[in-house]
């Protein structure tokens, strides 16, 4: 049976947003307030997400593996600390260009944004292919399921929008399916209306009418017996 990754489905729309933003940066007229404007608009709310990430692993998902090793979540926590690092540096330089545009400050933080991807890369790698196998071998179902309620449950709407409009058009059809038909499944139905809107805002035409046909498909939440 095919076990919850807890680190894929975001890394892919962390890494997409990433992608983006960095190549945004880097087309930015820094005399243009709307370009200005237009790039505020991916960061900030990419920051708030890159943030709201860390914290959930450092609080829940890492935590899982306490009780049997430390070794491999260390090493995670002290990249946690240098990424934040240049994290908090990427934020206090992008608020003081919006105060004070210079194209000159504004290429050192495309560069800054381009290193900092760089380097934040070969740890969502690390997560993916070293960390969450370790938690599989060490932990149960349960216990991993405990882990993603704990911080689904302290998840902003705001970051849950975030995610997914990063998050769809980053998947693959069959895992982007699998999620929202799971979803369909068990969500209230207004929250499963918001998915579809987030789809229609951000995948083509085909995608999106796709899943609005396995939502109308699908059975409510009420109708699932174990």
Do not use: N
């Amino acid at each position: 049976m095919e076990r919850d990754d807890l680190f894929t489905h975001i890394h892919k729309a962390l890494r997409r947003g990433l992608f983006e933003v960095t190549m945004l940066a880097g087309a930015t007229d820094w005399a243009d307030d709307d370009d200005i404007e237009q790039l505020a608009a991916r960061w900030q709310p990419l920051l708030a997400l890159l943030r709201s990430h860390t914290e959930h692993e450092d609080r829940h998902i890492l935590r899982v593996l306490d009780p049997y090793e430390h070794q491999t979540t260390d090493a995670i926590a002290e990249q946690h600390t240098d990424l934040e690092e240049l994290e908090q540096h990427l934020a206090e330089s992008f608020d003081a260009l919006v105060v004070k545009p210079d194209p000159v400050a504004g290429l050192a933080f495309y560069r800054d944004l381009a290193r900092f991807t760089a380097a934040y890369l070969p740890h969502l790698q690390e997560e993916e292919t070293v960390v969450m196998p370790r938690i599989w071998a060490r932990c149960t179902d349960e216990e991993i399921a405990a882990a993603r309620a704990a911080f689904m449950a302290e998840t902003t709407p705001e970051i849950q929008t975030i995610s997914l409009e990063l998050m769809l058009p980053s998947l693959d059809r069959p895992t982007r399916t699998g999620l929202v038909r799971r979803m369909a499944a068990t969500a209230p139905p207004e929250v499963v209306k918001g998915v579809l809107a987030i789809g229609d805002r951000v995948l083509g035409a085909a995608d999106s009418a796709a899943l609005h046909a396995l939502v109308s498909t699908a059975p409510a939440s009420g109708d699932l017996h174990a």
